[in-house]
Structure formats: structure tokens, C-alpha cells
């Protein structure tokens, strides 16, 4: 695994990256007014995977502005083929992902990002949440942190974005709240379909306890 070593290698400190940093917090504390619960329990380096629920289009600037280190997003290649938002996401490196299958070059890219020492970002329902209710996960986040070799972190987003598409959500004034939870304990050994299963279900559950926190 490869760690960022000198300051300026770090991709949160690229201009770019800085300037819309700079935006998305006042857009996301400010306009959207979004507090936080839980702060994150993501290391300062190296690689990680971030893992949450999926409750609009706004959720990867929400939980970006909660973070210090740059989030490389799994996202849904329609959000990312849209013309006027497609150099943001590209400057973000946002990683795009065809929902008509399983995308291994999408997957590639995630395990890429992670042996550079990222922080990756999944949404492991794969959609929206229509409900409250956390839908089934998919198992590819077990399976990227076993080969990786990478801690899963868990985190819980609810709020007035619930449901909405990326640009209503962006342009009407929302209320959100996060609550972030620590590195997610489960049998790395094994990589075989039970065991990711099992290990899927441990992450799922590591969300709905942030969801059930009081």
C-alpha cells in the first residue's frame, strides 16, 4: 500500500480540489445546514473505504464536507456524464460506474485508488433509499477491502435531501444530519461467497446501529 508522503503529494492540497473544498463547505454547512452527530474516525493516511447510506444525489457533497481528506466517490455514470458538474467530478476523481451490471473496470479503478492510498467512497445499496429502511447491501465493499487490505468505515446520513435527484436536492435549502462511526471488525481471511456475505451483513449492521444511535 503507498502512502502519501510529502505534503504537497496529498490530493487535498491541490488548488483545484482546494477551491471546491472551500465551496462545497459553505454550501453543505451553511445552505444545506448539515451537523454533525458523530465525527469521522478516518485515519489522517493511507487507504480506506468509506461506506454509507444512500438517501439523494447530495449525499457525496453532504459527507464530503465533514471530511478533511479528499472521498473518491463510486458513482452512477449518468450523475457523472452530466455535462455541466462532469469537471468537478473528474477533478474530484470520482470514479464512474455502469448500474446496468457489474462494472469491473469501475472496480479496477476503486482497488487503484486504494493501493494509491485514497479514501474510497461506496454507496453499498447501489440506489436510493425510498425509505428509511437500509436496503440489501452488495457485497463488492467486502470484497475490495479484503483484497486491498484496506479498514471499512461506516457512516449514517438522514435528512430533508432524502430521495431527492442531484439537482433539486443541490438547489433547495435542506437540513441533514451524519453520524460517523469507527473502522468495521470482520473476518478478512476469506474471500469466498458465504464469507463475504456474512461480512457484507456485519457492514450493513454497522450502519444501522449509527441509524438506531441515540
Same mark, same amino acid.
Given at each position: 500500500m503507498i502512502h502519501w508522503g510529502k505534503p504537497y503529494d496529498r490530493?487535498?492540497?491541490? $488548488?483545484?480540489?482546494?477551491?471546491? @473544498?472551500?465551496?462545497? !463547505?459553505?454550501?453543505?454547512? $451553511?445552505?444545506?445546514?448539515?451537523?454533525? $452527530?458523530?465525527?469521522?474516525?478516518l485515519p489522517n493516511s493511507g487507504a480506506a473505504i468509506l461506506v454509507s447510506n444512500h438517501t439523494s444525489g447530495l449525499d457525496p457533497l453532504l459527507l464530503q464536507s465533514c471530511c478533511s481528506r479528499l472521498i473518491i466517490w463510486m458513482m452512477a455514470k449518468e450523475y457523472y456524464d452530466l455535462k455541466p458538474l462532469t469537471w468537478i467530478f473528474r477533478t474530484v476523481e470520482a470514479i464512474p460506474v455502469e448500474r446496468s451490471g457489474r462494472d469491473m473496470a469501475a472496480t479496477r479503478s476503486a482497488l487503484r485508488? $486504494?493501493?494509491? @492510498?485514497?479514501?474510497?467512497?461506496?454507496f453499498p445499496e447501489g440506489k436510493i433509499e425510498l425509505s428509511r429502511e437500509l436496503l440489501p447491501f452488495q457485497t463488492g465493499v467486502a470484497l475490495m477491502a479484503i483484497k486491498a487490505r484496506v479498514p471499512v468505515y461506516?457512516?449514517?446520513? +438522514? @435528512?430533508?435531501?432524502?430521495?431527492?435527484?442531484?439537482?433539486?436536492? !443541490? !438547489?433547495?435549502?435542506?437540513?441533514?444530519?451524519?453520524r460517523f462511526g469507527p473502522?468495521?471488525?470482520? +473476518?478478512r481471511s476469506d474471500a469466498s461467497k458465504p464469507a463475504l456475505e456474512v461480512a457484507t451483513e456485519i457492514i450493513r449492521n454497522s450502519i444501522k446501529d449509527l441509524q438506531n444511535w441515540r
Open positions: 490530493p487535498e492540497n491541490r $488548488l483545484p480540489v482546494r477551491l471546491l @473544498g472551500a465551496a462545497n !463547505l459553505a454550501l453543505a454547512r $451553511l445552505y444545506h445546514q448539515v451537523r454533525v $452527530l458523530a465525527p469521522p474516525c485508488a $486504494l493501493k494509491d @492510498g485514497r479514501v474510497l467512497g461506496v461506516p457512516v449514517y446520513l +438522514d @435528512g430533508t435531501q432524502r430521495t431527492k435527484e442531484m439537482v433539486p436536492a !443541490l !438547489l433547495v435549502p435542506n437540513r441533514a444530519t451524519v473502522a468495521v471488525e470482520f +473476518d
